[in-house]
């Protein structure tokens, strides 16, 4: 069970190795080449379909913090989760277990996910703000009396 929000570079950590193992294989089964093109893209059909009904099964499983949202925005982050692993799989073209079992896991923790990044990025704005205050704070420095020090 999740407990707290884990820090961004333990979640990195498990993740880009995972994603790293996603390297597609030069012999596939031949079942593998099917593929549908759209607007000139090679669509895998299994492996997409697979990760559709990965990510679709798995929000049932959503954690109860998840489900609490309302039905619009658990729609919304599923539907986001949807975009991410067809993504993904249009174009690290991973194998079918691989990509049913990461689409999994983003089905079911979609939602944590998105708290992670949006903290690590609103951590980051606030950082780059402070630090542009602290550098305009030095170009124009006040003295006491509170006008500018400019010479």
């Keep these: 069970m999740i407990e707290g929000p884990v820090a961004f570079h333990k979640f990195a950590a498990s993740w880009v ?49 998840e489900r609490s949202l309302g039905t619009p925005r658990f729609l919304v982050v599923s539907l986001l989760m949807v975009v991410a692993v067809q993504l993904w799989i249009l174009e690290a073209r991973p194998g079918w277990l691989f990509a049913f079992v990461l689409s ?36 124009f420095k006040t003295s006491k009396d509170g006008d500018a020090d400019n010479g």
């Excluded at 000139?40 to 379909?49: C, K, M, N, Q, S």
């Design 104 to 139: 999994i896991g983003l089905g079911f923790s979609g939602y944590s996910l998105i708290e992670l990044l949006g903290g690590q990025v609103k951590e980051t704005v606030t950082a780059g703000f402070e630090a542009a205050r602290g550098a305009f704070g030095k170009l």
């Design 17 to 65: 190795l995972a994603a790293m193992a996603s390297v597609p294989l030069d012999k596939a089964a031949p079942q593998a080449e099917t593929v549908l093109v759209i607007g000139g893209i090679e669509v895998p059909v299994i492996t997409a379909a697979l990760g559709l009904l990965g990510v679709l099964c798995a929000r049932f499983l959503a954690l109860p913090k």
